[in-house]
């Protein structure tokens, strides 16, 4: 199936995915508050720790007054850990628990395109989150070789830069293979991004099962399904880091609610992007379903004969025998 092959009427699967997305933004504002919730508990240790030792530092002007990735570099490698310690990661791992339970709710609505309510959105990402759950294992085996390539291209870039005088050798080789681990990693995304949305709308309980077909689907698609989702990953990557480069440089660095709001509202787009995905993968698995299903062959009914003013020969009527039995003799003629 590729991107020519939808009805004429039909709008495309990237339209429809954003006004289904528009329909059920209450999902997205739900997540966007969770994640906000969880922000504010994780980024409370931080804050405090890198408080306890800039507060009393020159250095802390370099990053009131500015971002120098220098002096955040310094930060991070101190010996307190104020950045990458405490319990930070225990927050990522519950926010990833959450938002994996509700991506079955979220499918399902999609699927529908009807506005759940509480029960059974809960009911949905219960039902699934099971299933979802045994998926990563095979998201795990799937990165490996993707890991594998990633280390070739960083060995190969210490080599470079090893052996080399000018660095541009070993930058070239660092970027190509950061664009080929990134675009790897993208791939495997939209795999099990259609891995999930088969589970959904066809209530497959078997996990492999729905892996092998995504992977089969991607394979036989590439041209549509890859474009769907990178158009969409494109442009949620320029505007993120395009704000955030605004921000970054343009922005005053003091002005803490401005830039909590940019900040916030950057999220706020990257996270309707990624649900916009999810809707869109939906849609456009539907309409294959719809395109895969065979047209039924219509025998054609009996037509009069006009010509001959007589209706096709048709099966002639049993004609009943006497019942003959015990006590009963044949008639004499």
């Not at 405090?48 to 570099?73: P, T, W």
């Not at 310094?74 to 509700?102: K, R």
């Not at 099966?315 to 003959?324: F, N, Q, R, T």
Request: glycine content about 8%.
């Amino acid at each position: 199936m590729t991107s020519n092959e939808y009805n004429p009427g039909e709008t495309h699967p990237l339209a429809s995915g954003a006004s289904v997305v528009w329909r059920h933004q209450r999902i997205v504002w739900w997540i966007f508050a969770i994640n906000l919730v969880f922000a504010f508990w994780a980024g409370r240790g931080v804050s405090q720790r890198v408080g306890d030792i800039l507060d009393h530092s020159l250095a802390a002007g370099r990053l009131l007054h500015g971002f120098s990735i220098g002096a955040y570099q310094e930060l991070y490698s101190m010996p307190q850990q104020p950045i990458s310690g405490g319990a930070n990661q225990e927050f990522a791992i519950a926010f990833f628990v959450v938002i994996l339970f509700a991506t079955g709710g979220v499918l399902e609505a999609y699927r529908r395109d009807e506005n759940l309510t509480t029960g059974e959105f809960f009911a949905a990402s219960g039902k699934f989150f099971w299933r979802f759950l045994r998926m990563i294992v095979f998201l795990l085996l799937a990165l490996i070789p993707v890991s594998i390539i990633g280390a070739i291209f960083f060995a190969l870039n210490g080599h470079v830069y090893s052996t080399n005088i000018s660095d541009g050798p070993g930058l070239l080789i660092g970027l190509i293979g950061l664009v080929a681990v990134a675009v790897l990693l993208m791939l495997v995304r939209l795999w099990f991004d259609m891995a999930e949305v088969i589970t959904v709308v066809e209530n497959q309980p078997k996990v492999r099962r729905s892996v092998v077909e995504a992977w089969r689907l991607l394979w036989r698609n590439f041209g549509s399904l890859g474009w769907l989702y990178f158009r969409i990953s494109i442009l949620a990557d320029v505007v993120f880091f395009a704000g955030l480069w605004l921000w970054l440089w343009y922005g005053p660095s003091e002005a803490i609610a401005l830039s909590f709001l940019v900040g916030q509202v950057l999220i706020l787009f990257w996270l309707a992007c990624r649900f916009w995905q999810r809707a869109a993968e939906t849609v456009w698995y539907q309409r294959y379903q719809t395109l895969s299903v065979p047209a039924p062959v219509l025998v054609p009914a009996p037509t009069w004969n006009t010509s001959a003013s007589v209706w096709p020969p048709a099966d002639p009527m049993p004609i009943p025998l006497p019942e003959v039995g015990p006590g009963t003799e044949p008639e004499e003629s």
